[in-house]
């Protein structure tokens, strides 16, 4: 009889020294759970605003296109979608500089890059690989005179 309480005495010690692992699996199990969401957000984010800066360039584009358009006002329309979406700093450039100096059926387009930096979800950056910079170009050909 004495073993047998003896056996069940150190089973209980034992079940009673492993409560403490359980909590830390949980506890490491919670965080690699948080960070692959997070990740999720962040890279969601960027796909996001890489599409919007993409409609952004699309909008510019098509200002450049049409006759008339010139190089203030297709800047102007791209600062005005950048700005609707939240984004400042960006770099806007116009190939060619004028649109209106470009001739009927050339194209005209419309590049446009921005720091990620300024514009991240939640700054994981040092835990992800995340691009430092999102760029959008579009092209669209100048409208004939009519």
Known sequence: MT???ATTARLRRLGRSNRGVESVELAVTFLL???ILFAGLELGWAMNQSSSLRHVARVGAREASLQGGNAAQVIARVQ???EELGIRGANVLLVPADPAAAA???????RIDVNYESIQLLGLDSLMPLPSSLKARASM??????
Not at 141 to 146: D, G, L, S
């Open 104 to 110: 009927p059926g050339s194209p005209v387009e419309v």
């Open 141 to 146: 050909a100048k409208e004939p005179v009519r």
């Open 33 to 35: 759970v948080a960070l």
């Open 3 to 5: 073993s047998v309480r």
């Open 80 to 82: 005005q979608g950048l």
